[in-house]
């Protein structure tokens, strides 16, 4: 049974940081590819970045390039967003996926979701 479990939100100023950690269970986090998402509160979904099996960045959201960089751990089998320069408009609710493919794709052929951990951006 293929598992996601994010964790490392929480509260954090404006111009802070924050890395996300997705666990991968069932499945190798080298094996599929795994992206991150966030949805904002009255807002759709929107694909962040993903890394493919063969550790190919995919960037689908101009609005974090440059401040966030998403990472793999093999050892630790677990997939880490890491969020610089954070902004208000960042508070989301964030989400890692895979799609069961060894690449990225389009951001809509990711189905099998962790539960989420929340991002409030704030002073």
């Known amino acids: 049974q293929l598992l996601l479990v994010e964790s490392g939100g929480g509260l954090v100023q404006p111009g802070g940081s924050l890395r996300l950690s997705c666990v991968a269970s069932?499945?190798?986090?080298?094996?599929?590819?795994i992206g991150w998402f966030r949805q904002a509160p009255g807002k759709e979904r929107e694909g962040l970045l993903c890394i493919s099996v063969s550790g190919r960045r995919t960037n689908y959201a101009d609005s974090v390039k440059g401040r966030f960089t998403i990472s793999r751990d093999t050892a630790k089998n677990t997939v880490y967003l890491q969020m610089n320069s954070l902004k208000s408009e960042d508070t989301a609710v964030y989400y890692c996926?895979?799609?069961?493919?060894?690449?990225?794709?389009?951001?809509?052929?990711?189905?099998?979701w962790g539960q989420g951990t929340q991002v409030t951006v704030s002073s």
């Open positions: 069932g499945f190798t986090s080298d094996a599929y590819a």
């Open positions: 996926a895979t799609n069961r493919f060894s690449g990225c794709g389009p951001s809509s052929y990711f189905s099998y």
